[in-house]
């Protein structure tokens, strides 16, 4: 299995950022450091959890996660090795060999020794407060994409995936999953765990393996979906994008379609060690050995546009598609707008119920995967490479509705370059930049409006969006850097608190934490000192 890891990005010099989700009416705790060891302050700066900690991590509900040890900040990845509850007193004590890393809402625990080789994992859930400590039956523990809905997915020491119950550590879902899924986690209260299966012809030749995918309830229980529908994403919002045979298309050989039958009977099919195909073909399940026919032109048909995607609710009625027009398309966004691309390259986007907004019209750089552009805050930023690329491309920022509401290209008249860095913000705001540094302008559906021009230096903007560091309008200000010194602008780029720092955080729970001097302080909005670094 391939573990998505979880980055921490270290802004300041021995500054931990992390999820700072106080539960609500809880007091909010920060982190302080004093004499090079870290503890916990009050919102009045008061001391309330002695430093003695060679890092720790801004506290999620109850518990925060604490290193006993020096870390390295630009070390991959940084886990803990100990967690605390708001008193200070571990609900999970540091163990040779142990190490920790924060997920979501669960604590990952993993046992590796070194010298035996020996590898296996527990967890801890957040809500619960259960902790099952690592033991050999569990391989590897999937915690990414986790939402707390559901079981949690575990990989046991034969290879086989199931889930255990997160607040008892029982096995609600039996491990009987033998291949690997990248959405096995419970999301909105579905899964979809794989199984290996292997696709043979009549006479037991092997074609190929794959895995077949199941979409699961957090009972273990299938979700029926209309023959010959296949889920290809998680459920998110609802909705799943599938794949099916499109019925009677003109020229296309499809499942149901009678021609399809007398294909195989009219034409003899080979391998290309000369191997006959004797049709029709079989799945075969890699522990029973059990036979199941199976459509081969789901497997070998080479006109692909006989299958199409579309957009279905988890009942499994259509809100759009299959269209064989669709070459790929992705799962509902944050906002539930679904990006998809045609066979010639080009892409566009719908809404929630299916209703193209942009017909597919934007190439986009695909840096080695595939790309999409996704809303955030009712707005899309992308880089279209278009008609005048090699020369230039040009950066968009789309409404939900599908209006171009800007557009530049990246190297317009007089040679300077231009990009928009990272995605629309809260409010409408958005940094972008030249060859003079960072800009901020603010986005509507009529258009778009310089805030500032771009007077920022390299260190804010781009560099902190892509690294997801989140630098962001955090309680209405945002840390920006001018003149080599740190301070902070509200949304009208108007100064709030002047440069003075040598490096500033994002505001969180009316504080935020800024070096100056050599010194860690924590501020608040008017920029007074609540705690200073002895």
Same mark, same amino acid.
């Given at each position: ?5 979880? $980055? /921490?990005?270290?802004?300041?010099? @021995?500054?931990?950022?992390?999820? /700072? ?5 809880? %007091? ?8 090079? @060891? ?55 004590? %540091? ?18 020794? #070194? ?18 400590? %690592? ?90 979906? %209309?023959?010959?529908? +296949?889920?290809?994403?998680?459920? &998110? ?33 080979? *391998? ?10 079989? #799945?075969?399940?890699? +522990? ?22 579309? *957009? ?5 009625? +259509? ?7 669709? #070459? !790929? ?13 045609? /066979? ?17 019209? !934007?190439? *986009? ?29 040009? /950066? ?43 800009? @901020? ?9 310089? &805030? ?32 080599? @010194?740190?301070?902070? +602008? ?5 100064? $709030? ?16 934490? $800024? ?20």
């Amino acid at each position: 299995m391939k573990r998505l890891m979880l $980055v /921490w990005v270290i802004i300041l010099c @021995l500054v931990p950022l992390g999820v /700072w989700a106080e539960e609500e009416n809880a %007091p909010a705790l920060y982190p302080i450091r004093e004499n090079g @060891l870290w503890g916990y302050m009050n919102r009045a700066g008061e001391v309330v959890i002695m430093p003695q900690w060679a890092y720790v991590w801004p506290f999620d509900g109850e518990t925060a996660l604490v290193s006993t040890v020096g870390v390295s900040p630009y070390d991959f990845p940084i886990c803990g090795d100990g967690v605390i509850d708001r008193d200070g007193q571990y609900v999970i004590a %540091p163990q040779e060999h142990v190490t920790i890393e924060d997920y979501l809402t669960v604590y990952g625990v993993s046992y590796y020794n #070194s010298i035996t080789k020996e590898s296996y994992e527990g967890f801890y859930d957040k809500v619960s407060g259960f902790y099952q400590p %690592p033991i050999p039956e569990y391989n590897f523990i999937m915690l990414w994409g986790d939402d707390g809905i559901g079981p949690i997915a575990i990989e046991n020491a034969d290879g086989l995936t199931g889930y255990v119950d997160r607040t008892t550590g029982e096995t609600g879902i039996p491990f009987i999953y033998t291949g690997e899924s990248d959405d096995v986690c419970f999301y909105e209260g579905y899964a979809r765990p794989a199984d290996d299966i292997t696709i043979v012809d009549a006479n037991g030749v092997e074609m190929m393996r794959g895995a077949h995918k199941h979409l699961i309830d957090t009972a273990g229980n299938e979700i029926a979906l %209309p023959e010959g529908m +296949i889920a290809v994403t998680p459920v &998110i919002n609802g909705c799943v994008v599938f794949i099916m045979a499109v019925p009677e298309m003109e020229g296309n050989v499809t499942a149901g379609d009678e021609s399809s039958e007398d294909s195989t009977d009219e034409e003899e099919w080979y *391998l290309s060690d000369g191997t006959k195909i004797e049709f029709p073909f079989y #799945s075969l399940d890699r +522990i029973t050995g059990e036979k199941t026919e199976v459509d081969w032109h789901q497997y070998f048909d080479e006109d692909e546009s006989s299958f199409g995607y579309g *957009l279905a609710r988890i009942d499994g009625s +259509i809100l759009y598609g299959p269209d064989p027009d669709i #070459s !790929y398309m992705w799962e509902p966004d944050g906002e539930s707008m679904i990006c998809f691309e045609s /066979w010639d390259d080009l892409w566009g986007h719908m809404d929630p119920g299916g209703n193209i907004m942009v017909t597919p019209r !934007y190439h *986009l750089p695909s840096g080695g995967e595939r790309p999409r552009y996704v809303f955030s805050h009712g707005y899309a930023v992308l880089e279209d490479f278009g008609e005048k690329w090699p020369e230039t491309s040009r /950066w968009v920022i789309l409404s939900a509705a599908g209006v171009e509401v800007f557009s530049q290209y990246r190297q317009p008249e007089g040679g300077s370059t231009f990009r928009i860095c990272g995605d629309v913000l809260e409010n409408g705001l958005v940094w972008y930049e030249t060859a003079d540094g960072y800009g @901020l302008m603010r986005t509507t559906d009529e258009g778009t409006e310089d &805030i500032s021009s771009p007077i920022y230096e390299r260190s804010l903007g781009c560099e902190l969006y892509e690294d997801d560091t989140e630098c962001r309008f955090s309680e209405g200000l945002h840390p920006v850097k001018q003149n080599g @010194l740190w301070g902070y +602008i509200d949304e009208q780029a108007q100064w $709030v608190i002047p440069p003075q720092y040598d490096s500033a955080d994002n505001f969180r729970d009316s504080l935020a934490l $800024v070096e100056k001097d050599g010194k860690l302080m924590y501020i608040d909005h008017g920029g007074a000192v609540v705690w200073e670094e002895r």
